[in-house]
């Protein structure tokens, strides 16, 4: 059966996590493969609304595998806060159908802290707008090679001589150029112990588990997190999240061969959204932004930040289609464009005295070109229980024409409302 990687195609919250949901019905097991509880993955089935930080979006599946992989970064607070949440809704969270690879990074009291006083001491242009959950701090001790990993859970004499190490170094930072109180290994220990000591059980190899699912002909879910434009390397650096979150990861991040990534899907919200710091070319700051900020109800699932809004851009999608290679786009929150009477898309930018297709890539480009749109007819028909292409009135039809044209990518999926059954 062909395995799916599902990925964000703009600057995240594309609504990956309810497409990851619907998915997972047909899947053996969903794997999450870089990224950590920056992200916010919203699932709503029977009105019932769940938001997964780090456990994969399959959860809500009784008997699906989930499984957390090498590229991730943990929080062991977070987790243990999540399983509780879940298994009080009566979800089964043992160790039996959810695994953390003992590869995956830990991230430590240090490092949120870390990602708190380097926000902080940024002027404000120069803030990247992070979720302050340490997810930058962990990856650099990460390829430092300093990091603590799952597996020294489970070995407290290496866990508190990596905690001490690595505060040797922190604290003097902390002391001299951040100017607050250091940090005592003793209570950072003292602090992860008690999640570290639960986490234990749920510690495995999710390479082998992988491998497993293939031989026995089960369908394995890579589910993305964040979007193409936050990627470290490709997306608008400085203001990205650490991690890699191209499709080409999705290998590297679980520990398989990209040759088991076969199917992938594009999650492309049908207008553009981004939170936290950083050039959006299409944001619109009128009353059209504010609609859609309003009626997609666009605040961050992790943050509770109102997110900014504007038109879809063909560019960055663009861009997005070269890096990931989809073989289907996923259309979401469709449904949020109802009522508008004109819909523009970003079809080309302008930068340098050229019209471009694709970013430029100088740091910090992106705040410097003048997108060129086309404009559409918009429609006023409540699509939300459309459960078909014949179903759309004509105009949301020609604007999925259109988004598959300018991609050259077919639309496979189209999402018309948050809860799970919404959706053709
Ligand atoms: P993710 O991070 O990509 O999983 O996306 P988020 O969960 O952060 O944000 C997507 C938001 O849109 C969530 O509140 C979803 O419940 C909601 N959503 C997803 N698909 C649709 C849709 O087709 N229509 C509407 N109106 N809401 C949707
Ligand atoms: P999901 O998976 C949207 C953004 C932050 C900030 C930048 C760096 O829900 O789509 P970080 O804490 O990662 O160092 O922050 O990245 N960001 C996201 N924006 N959705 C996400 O995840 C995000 N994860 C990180 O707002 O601009
Ligand atoms: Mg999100």
């Not at 990460?142 to 489970?154: P, T």
């Not at 009135?393 to 919404?422: C, D, F, H, I, K």
């Amino acid at each position: 059966m062909s395995n799916i990687v599902v990925f964000g195609s703009q600057w995240g919250d594309e609504g990956k996590g309810k497409i990851v949901d619907m998915l997972a019905e047909k899947a053996a097991a969903i794997v999450r493969f870089q990224g950590g509880n920056n992200a916010g993955h919203t699932l709503v089935v029977g009105g019932d609304k769940c938001i997964l930080h780090l456990i994969p979006s399959g959860i809500l599946h009784p008997g699906k595998v989930c499984l957390i992989g090498n590229g991730v970064v943990l929080d062991p607070e977070v987790f243990c806060r999540e399983i509780d949440t879940l298994a009080a809704k009566g979800v089964d969270v043992t160790p039996r159908r959810l695994m953390i690879s003992k590869k995956t990074h830990v991230i430590m009291p240090y490092h949120r802290r870390m990602d708190g006083c380097r926000e902080a001491a940024r002027d404000a242009a120069g803030k990247i707008g992070t979720t302050g959950r340490g997810i930058g701090p962990c990856y650099e001790d990460k390829v430092a090679r300093v990091g603590v990993r799952a597996a020294d859970l489970a070995d407290f004499k290496l866990l508190q001589e990596k905690i001490a190490r690595a505060l040797e170094e922190k604290n003097v930072l902390f002391r001299h150029l951040f100017r607050c109180e250091p940090m005592d290994p003793a209570a950072v220990f003292e602090e992860i112990k008690p999640f570290a000591e639960r986490i234990r059980a749920y510690l495995g190899d999710v390479s082998t588990a992988i491998q497993k699912v293939k031989k026995s002909g089960g369908m394995v879910l890579f589910e993305g997190a964040q979007g193409t434009h936050l990627d470290i390397d490709h997306g608008t650096y400085p203001y990205v999240t650490s991690s890699s979150t191209v499709t080409g990861n999705a290998a590297s991040g679980s520990g398989c061969s990209p040759r088991e990534l076969t199917r992938i899907i594009a999650i492309v919200k049908a207008y553009t959204t981004r939170v936290g710091g950083g050039p959006f070319p299409s944001e619109l700051s009128d009353e059209v932004g504010d609609y859609l900020q309003s009626q997609g109800g666009e605040f961050g699932a992790t943050t509770g930040r109102k997110r900014r809004c504007g038109w879809l851009d063909a560019v960055v999608l663009r861009e997005s289609v070269r890096l990931n290679g989809p073989t289907e786009l996923a259309i979401t929150k469709l449904d949020v464009l109802s009522g508008l009477s004109e819909l523009k898309i970003c079809t080309r930018y302008r930068y340098g005295g050229e019209e471009v297709l694709y970013p430029p890539q100088e740091q910090n480009a992106l705040a410097h070109v003048e997108p060129i749109y086309e404009t559409l007819p918009g429609w006023n028909e409540d699509i939300t229980k459309a459960r078909g292409y014949d179903d759309l009135p004509e105009n949301a039809r020609a604007y999925l024409n259109r988004v598959e044209q300018l991609l050259g990518v077919p639309v496979g999926l189209v999402s018309v409302g948050p809860e799970r059954g919404q959706t053709f």
